[in-house]
């Protein structure tokens, strides 16, 4: 079946601009999860959402990130005025279950922005 | 606040060579362990895991790791890397708490090369 896809793959963008970064999680998954990854480090949690409810955003680096998912299904990442320390790969995964915390997670290819 | 370590960067092994590579986490409670393996131009996947039970656990690819609770670590180990391994591996703990959203708190990475 088909996994967890993203869009767009590459996203250039110069510094100020606003940028959309969407997620297609596995059907029937119930959670997703979003994690930055900058260059040479390991992913970083931004936020979680069980369905359509936002249960967890601590990992926002600041109120210029917000992410929705109105519909329990696909997800949008939205960063407004973009700044050059925003360049990174942005993951989405989703898992099967709510809140347990012993699903897999299963990871979309990314979101590679560039900020210039 | 949770975090992982991962002892080695960069790893640089000759084909039939054995591999471990380090893990330590620091959190005081009860976690679910993961290895998750990213091929050039792949996305993340899940390598294997560690809920309870079996300290020692068993994954994908001839690939297993052992928890050991004591030292807070969860060490990969293959007895014999295969060109195919070279790939970065990340270690990802998850705190087992009701109010855990399941988020993955990751280490920085390992880039695992094999040379033929």
């Known amino acids: 079946g088909a996994g967890v896809s993203q869009s767009p793959r590459y996203k250039v963008a110069k510094r100020g601009q606003d940028v959309a970064l969407r997620c297609d999680p596995i059907s029937g998954h119930v959670s997703l999860f979003w994690y930055q990854q900058a260059l040479g480090q390991g992913p970083e949690f931004l936020t979680y959402f069980q369905n359509e409810a936002q249960l967890d955003k601590s990992g926002l680096p600041s109120d210029r990130f917000f992410a929705e998912r109105p519909e329990g299904s696909v997800s949008t990442l939205k960063i407004q005025r973009t700044q050059q320390e925003d360049s990174a790969v942005y993951l989405c995964?989703?898992?099967?279950?709510?809140?347990?915390?012993?699903?897999?997670?299963?990871f979309g290819p990314g979101t590679r922005l560039t900020v210039l | 606040a949770q975090s992982v370590s991962q002892h080695n960067h960069h790893v640089i092994l000759s084909e039939a060579a054995s591999l471990e590579l380090g893990c330590n986490y620091s959190y005081g409670g009860t976690v679910n362990l993961f290895w998750y393996v990213q091929y050039p131009g792949q996305h993340l996947q899940l390598l294997l895991k560690?809920?309870?039970?079996?300290?020692l656990v068993k994954g994908i690819k001839g690939f297993e790791a052992e928890f050991i609770k004591s030292k807070f670590s969860f060490n990969l180990r293959k007895p014999s890397v295969q060109w195919s391994d070279t790939a970065e591996y990340f270690c990802a703990v998850n705190a087992q708490s009701s109010s855990n959203t399941g988020k993955l708190i990751f280490g920085q990475g390992t880039t695992l090369q094999v040379k033929p």
């Open positions: 560690y809920f309870s039970g079996d300290p």
């Open positions: 995964a989703s898992s099967l279950g709510g809140r347990l915390s012993y699903n897999e997670q299963f």
